[in-house]
């Protein structure tokens, strides 16, 4: 695959008179807050009390793929970082999720909440619910940090910044719209929020040390699209298999006979 040469790759590279100054370029990442997928119908579906269990449950399984994959984009964004001052800091989130001394780590939240919503961890780890879309989706990100410069792969993790209004609006509306769900489920939303604010002070802290010209902000709202990209593609395909009930191969089978990776 030939790579981009990145805006970023050039050190020596002076200011560009056409950049935006920090601030402004601050608030050019968080205008994209409006493409978050806290905006999806299925999540406002959620929010708003109107899921079912079958589709609370495909959520949470399907987003199981994404939170093991997450110490893995975590992983090669280290390998490809040369800054040991950064891979010091960065590999803090591979902690989160993987656990670390007597934290048991995001994965293992996740699993609890899938407990409390009825699901096995034998067959979270299974993956056998896992849409054929939402994998192409997680996967394509997972490639392009591992393709990617290490700053690159950095700002692809910005949606963090909308990450904690997310998380808190579970923990304001599920216990009251979906008293079947067993609250020890919730630990996860409540341990990232502590978490997603950390991690976002230092992807901004990479973003606008590094964004200085007009390409590189450019390269950067781009970037973070792609990424905004991927967690709504993997709602649209829930959303056809548990909303509108039109799972792959539908027409043929009721059966998953989606793959489970290669």
Same mark, same amino acid.
């Given at each position: 695959?030939?790579?981009?040469?990145?805006?970023?790759?050039?050190?020596?590279?002076?200011?560009?008179?056409?950049?935006?100054?920090?601030?402004?370029?601050?608030?050019?990442?968080?205008?994209?807050?409006?493409?978050?997928?806290?905006?999806?119908?299925?999540?406002?579906?959620?929010?708003?009390?109107?899921?079912?269990?079958?589709?609370?449950?495909?959520?949470?399984?399907?987003?199981?793929?994404?939170?093991?994959?997450?110490?893995?984009?975590?992983?090669?964004? @280290? +390998?490809? &970082?040369?800054? $040991? =001052?950064?891979?010091? /800091?960065?590999?803090?989130? *591979?902690?989160?999720?993987?656990?670390?001394?007597?934290?048991?780590?995001?994965?293992?939240?996740?699993?609890?909440?899938?407990?409390?919503?009825?699901?096995?961890?034998?067959?979270?780890?299974?993956?056998?619910?896992?849409?054929?879309?939402?994998?192409?989706?997680?996967?394509?990100?997972?490639?392009?940090?591992?393709?990617?410069?290490?700053?690159?792969?950095?700002?692809?993790?910005?949606?963090?910044?909308?990450?904690?209004?997310?998380?808190?609006?579970?923990?304001?509306?599920?216990?009251?719209?979906?008293?079947?769900?067993?609250?020890?489920?919730?630990?996860?939303?409540?341990?990232?929020?502590?978490?997603?604010?950390?991690?976002?002070?230092?992807?901004?802290?990479?973003? @606008? +040390?590094? &964004?200085?010209? $007009? =390409?590189?902000?450019? /390269?950067?709202?781009?970037? *973070?699209?792609?990424?905004?990209?991927?967690?709504?593609?993997?709602?649209?395909?829930?959303?056809?298999?548990?909303?509108?009930?039109?799972?792959?191969?539908?027409?043929?089978?009721?059966?998953?006979?989606?793959?489970?990776?290669?």
């Amino acid at each position: 695959m030939t790579r981009i040469a990145s805006p970023f790759a050039a050190p020596e590279a002076e200011n560009d008179s056409a950049a935006l100054p920090p601030e402004a370029f601050r608030e050019a990442l968080l205008a994209k807050g409006a493409y978050y997928h806290i905006h999806h119908p299925y999540q406002v579906d959620m929010a708003a009390g109107r899921a079912t269990p079958e589709q609370i449950r495909g959520w949470v399984a399907n987003r199981f793929y994404y939170q093991v994959m997450i110490p893995q984009k975590d992983a090669a964004l @280290l +390998a490809n &970082c040369p800054d $040991a =001052a950064t891979r010091r /800091r960065w590999i803090q989130r *591979l902690l989160d999720h993987d656990g670390h001394d007597t934290d048991g780590g995001g994965i293992e939240a996740w699993l609890t909440l899938g407990e409390a919503v009825g699901l096995s961890r034998d067959e979270l780890w299974a993956q056998e619910h896992v849409l054929p879309g939402v994998r192409f989706a997680v996967d394509a990100y997972v490639n392009f940090v591992r393709g990617a410069d290490w700053r690159e792969a950095a700002i692809s993790s910005l949606t963090e910044l909308f990450a904690p209004q997310a998380h808190q609006s579970r923990l304001d509306t599920w216990p009251s719209h979906y008293p079947w769900i067993d609250e020890t489920g919730y630990g996860y939303f409540r341990k990232r929020l502590k978490e997603a604010r950390r991690d976002v002070d230092h992807g901004l802290e990479v973003a @606008l +040390a590094v &964004c200085t010209t $007009a =390409a590189a902000q450019q /390269r950067a709202l781009e970037i *973070l699209q792609f990424k905004l990209d991927v967690l709504w593609s993997m709602l649209d395909a829930m959303t056809l298999a548990y909303q509108l009930e039109r799972p792959p191969y539908h027409t043929v089978t009721d059966r998953r006979v989606y793959h489970r990776g290669l």
